[in-house]
């Protein structure tokens, strides 16, 4: 037997989705983090989880590794825009040579080319930094506002 809490917590899933779900199998079940899921319970919700799909609008190229555990998705998709991702995480974690490795492998970028951009955010770093910002410019005592993209936009 586990906490709902527990159970939700491990399997990246939110206490609502698993009430909502055992509801509708038919199971009596209040939404306290601290009820304890009987092993039918547990042994149905597995269930679910295992057999689940991932829907098309969610699927994305290649290997998605995250303290989640795996999924590998294969697409036949042809990517028809850009796909750009951002990495949270402390100093040294593996942020950098996870792209290097999975995502530009995967897709074919170059880490040095004009296609990969790492950006560093910082308390300073503005959103005008990261999508892009106008600014003044004085020319001859004439002032100009001149647009500036962001790392976001400029690819």
């Known amino acids: ?23 509708a199998k038919g199971y009596k079940i209040d939404g306290n983090p601290n009820t304890f899921l009987t092993d039918d319970q547990i042994n149905a919700l597995k269930k679910k989880i295992n057999s689940a799909v991932v829907p098309a609008e ?3 190229f290649g290997t998605i590794l995250l303290d989640a555990p795996k999924i590998n998705i294969k697409s036949s998709l042809v990517m028809k825009s850009p796909i750009q991702k951002i990495l949270f995480g402390s100093p040294g974690t593996g942020k950098s040579h996870r792209v290097e490795v999975f995502y530009c492998s ?8 004009e296609n990969c951009i790492k950006t560093v955010f910082h308390p300073e770093y503005s959103y005008g930094d990261f999508m892009g910002k ?15 993209e962001g790392d976001f936009l400029s690819t």
């Open 1 to 23: 037997m586990k906490r709902l809490s527990q159970f939700a917590k491990e399997h990246h899933l939110g206490i609502s989705t698993v009430v909502s779900f055992l509801s």
């Open 58 to 60: 969610k699927k994305e």
């Open 106 to 113: 995967e897709l074919g970028i170059d880490v040095y080319s």
């Open 134 to 148: 106008l600014l003044p410019r004085t020319i001859a005592g004439d002032v100009r506002y001149d647009y500036y």
